[in-house]
């Protein structure tokens, strides 16, 4: 990133909000490496978009990675200057749900069984960050995980970039006040400058098609990004949506920090578990189109993803029926088939308020 836009993010209100700009001097060897993974992801995907696509100006946007310990993402907007903001603290969160899984016995026990534990998952859960090298395992299952890492990072990068992308900024702040749209919601809804007249519905649509346009943006680049199955067989295609389900609960997961089920008060934002339900249901129906397999096997991969994912999730927080067990009584569930029906329409609302807006 320029000298410029450095010192001009530095300043940033948003910026200093989420803990302010991050100094690399002082960072252990492992938050050092996730840094460069997470820029490395980020070049990836700047650099396939602008390719596809020279108008979107893509190039003009910054990764800031903040300092902030809360795990907080944010697509920030301010006059002719657009950046993805990552706090430290998610990358952390990240790290620490992916090295607990890796560590943990019964996550992927068959495909790439743990053989040399040597730690505790909850050891690698609630201890220092454990450096890569530090894993104490397989090759090949270590080398795995790091690629479900990837998918995380690249989700993660792929909604922010989206955000800005579908211009979901300029909804939220339409008289051209510097804006943006965070993770955490902790405090959009006091943010000067927001549309009083958005409805919370709205707001979880920005959320939806953020999700499904990240989606799309990933799915677009599957085959430069993994060249080497560039005829894709059915198989293929499986086990990539396994992959993006597994990474995307884990990093849902590790936003939800709220105590209770029910969504976020005043922004009124879809909660994590909602999201994750949604967004996996998304990415078979996408791949299904693109790499044909069977219905049923896709079924089982889905629900694959959600047994391996739900692990680590059981034994550090929230009751049977949040990210594992039984799940919803039937009356939440059919809360959740109408609010379902809602998330794949996301899209088409967003386009129809941009429309709006746009010959208004």
């Not at 992927?108 to 040597?118: Q, T």
């Not at 300029?170 to 051209?176: G, M, R, S």
């Not at 005829?231 to 992959?243: I, K, M, P, R, S």
Request: aromatic letters at 10%; proline letters at 6%; one cysteine or more.
């Amino acid at each position: 990133m320029e000298e410029v836009s450095r010192a001009f993010w530095k300043v940033d209100p948003i910026v200093r909000s989420m803990g302010g700009y991050l100094d690399v001097i002082g960072l252990t060897p492992v938050e050092t490496t996730l840094v460069h993974w997470t820029e490395h992801v980020f070049d990836i995907n700047i650099g396939l978009l602008d390719a596809r696509d020279p108008d979107l100006n893509i190039k003009g946007i910054d990764l800031v990675i903040s300092a902030g310990d809360a795990p907080n993402a944010a697509a920030r907007q301010s006059g002719d200057r657009r950046a993805v903001i990552i706090s430290l603290g998610l990358l952390r969160k990240l790290w620490r749900f992916l090295t607990a899984a890796a560590h943990h016995p019964d996550v992927l026990s068959r495909a790439h069984p743990l053989r040399d534990p040597g730690k505790s998952w909850k050891e690698a859960l609630d201890g220092p960050l454990i450096a890569f090298d530090d894993w104490s395992m397989e090759v090949e299952r270590a080398e795995y995980f790091v690629d479900i890492l990837m998918q995380m990072f690249d989700y993660v990068i792929s909604h922010e970039l989206a955000h800005l992308l579908r211009r979901h900024i300029d909804l939220l702040f339409p008289d051209a006040t510097p804006g943006f749209v965070d993770e955490a919601a902790t405090y959009l809804d006091q943010a000067p400058g927001r549309s009083p007249e958005l409805l919370p519905e709205t707001l979880q649509d920005i959320e939806f098609d953020a999700d499904a346009n990240g989606l799309n943006q990933m799915l677009l680049s599957m085959d430069e990004k993994h060249p080497f199955l560039r005829g894709w067989t059915a198989e293929d295609g499986l086990e990539y949506g396994f992959q993006l389900a597994f990474a995307h609960i884990l990093v849902m997961r590790a936003l939800d920090t709220r105590e209770g089920p029910v969504d976020r008060p005043g922004t009124e934002y879809p909660s994590p578990l909602f999201r994750a339900m949604n967004f996996t249901n998304l990415v078979f129906r996408s791949l299904h189109d693109l790499v044909p397999c069977d219905f049923e096997e896709s079924v089982r991969v889905h629900d694959t993803a959600w047994f391996e994912a739900s692990e680590i999730s059981k034994d550090i927080g929230f009751g049977d029926g949040r990210w594992f067990g039984e799940g919803p009584s039937d009356a939440d569930h059919e809360k959740f088939l109408v609010r379902e029906a809602r998330y794949f329409e996301a899209t088409r609302r967003i386009d129809r308020i941009l429309d709006g807006a746009d010959n208004g």
